[in-house]
């Protein structure tokens, strides 16, 4: 009797719900990966005269070229790339709407498009009006259609500015004009310019040079302030800006065979500067980087973790042996600078303790990839198979093999 009460107490207390600790182990650097470049860069110097400069490697979201990205600058009418992409996200561009035109609006100052009160203009041209001509009064009129006001058109833009994670920016105005409030950073301009152009409308509006539309009764062509698209071949757009406070600003998009790259110019003392800069950056970049496939380290690395990460797990209420798949990337080519020798290297993370309840597809880590300090990428680990709860029979026999009757 005695020993049947021990085993009844002694089930109840293994069957007792064990918390999770919160630490995950780490691996790092299990087999650092060299890779040599078979050419050295001939070219390391970067002279720009801009105070404010990040180009970004669209495919990666890796910066390859920087100068104060990060400080927070008045940018003018860049501003208008997140006027337009909300205008694209809230309205409705194909069935073309048309809007009657406000005092506020035509009474706009700076870089106008030339609305008049009372006349109407459709969308389409609005659109273009506000990112070809760069108009402050179609900027103003957006904010109005969208949100009544550009007090509560600013909210919008920064709980949208929050969710793409732009954390040194802040609104005022649809248009950018001078305020101290309002800002932002050459980096989270990339980051934001990056997000519109992935709608195509957007993309088209920005890459356009000119356009005929219908202004205030009257068909009229109008030019894109985009110096660039006329003479660098591979720009496909995106923005200029202007005033006093924040100088001459450029916002491109290039593309060729190898490359797809935002580079972001503030603070310029001219057009030819902003320009000239831009053109050296992309230069610059083109010659000192080169594109390699990291599949081969990552998938390497993450097997090697595998049969480590096994012999060190602590199951709860499960004898099942968990199995881990690794999330793939779409594009595993990366940008390398050619300056020699390049070390890859990965850390993994992953929690200690696995349980019957989670299921599988569940994330239980991450493999980071790194070259020299710099963050590539980071990877999901997930659980590949369900884990199976213990039976009572299973602490029954395993308690009965450890007593001696």
């Not at 790339?81 to 048309?98: G, H, Q, R, S």
């Not at 833009?157 to 101290?180: C, I, Q, R, W, Y």
């Not at 040079?209 to 302030?225: A, D, G, P, S, V």
């Not at 790194?370 to 709860?389: A, D, P, R, V």
Request: glycine share 4%; net charge positive; proline share 2%.
């Amino acid at each position: 009797m005695k020993h049947i009460i021990f085993i009844f107490l002694t089930i109840l207390f293994l069957i007792t719900p064990i918390s999770l600790a919160d630490d995950n182990l780490l691996y790092e650097d299990l087999e650092p990966f060299t890779y040599t470049n078979p050419v050295s860069s001939t070219d390391t110097s970067t002279v720009t005269y801009s105070k404010n400069i990040c180009s970004l490697d669209r495919k990666t979201g890796l910066i390859l070229y920087e100068k104060n990205s990060n400080e927070k600058v008045a940018i003018a009418s860049t501003t208008k790339i997140m006027t337009c992409i909300l205008a694209l996200e809230t309205l409705n561009f194909d069935k073309n709407p048309t809007y009657t035109i406000s005092k506020s609006a035509a009474s706009a100052t700076g870089s106008v498009l030339g609305l008049k009160y009372n006349k109407t203009i459709s969308l389409h041209d609005l659109l273009y009006g506000l990112m070809l001509r760069s108009g402050n009064d179609c900027a103003i009129l957006i904010a109005e259609i969208i949100s009544g006001d550009l007090e509560n058109f600013s909210k919008l833009m920064n709980k949208k500015a929050s969710e793409l994670g732009l954390k040194n920016t802040h609104f005022v105005t649809p248009h950018g004009l001078d305020s101290d409030e309002h800002y932002s950073t050459a980096y989270d301009l990339a980051i934001l310019t990056n997000y519109a152009l992935k709608n195509d409308i957007f993309k088209k509006i920005v890459s356009t040079k000119k356009i005929t539309i219908k202004l205030n009764e009257f068909y009229t062509e109008i030019n894109n302030t985009n110096e660039l698209l006329d003479i660098y071949p591979g720009i496909y757009g995106v923005k200029t800006g202007f005033t006093f406070n924040a100088g001459r600003c450029l916002v491109t998009a290039y593309k060729d065979d190898s490359f797809d790259i935002i580079t972001v110019v503030l603070g310029a003392d001219s057009k030819s500067i902003r320009s000239r800069d831009t053109k050296y950056v992309l230069k610059y970049i083109k010659e000192n980087f080169k594109y390699i496939n990291i599949e081969t380290i990552i998938t390497n690395s993450f097997s090697s973790y595998q049969n480590i990460i096994k012999n060190h797990l602590i199951l709860n209420k499960t004898t099942s042996k968990p199995d881990f798949y690794l999330e793939k990337l779409s594009n595993y080519y990366f940008p390398i600078k050619l300056d020699g020798n390049q070390k890859f290297s990965t850390k993994l993370y992953i929690q200690p303790k696995f349980s019957f309840k989670q299921p599988s597809n569940t994330i239980v880590g991450k493999l980071s990839i790194f070259n020299e300090y710099n963050l590539y990428s980071s990877l999901n680990i997930y659980l590949n198979n369900s884990l199976s709860k213990n039976t009572w029979n299973y602490y029954f026999f395993n308690i009965l093999k450890n007593i001696k009757f």
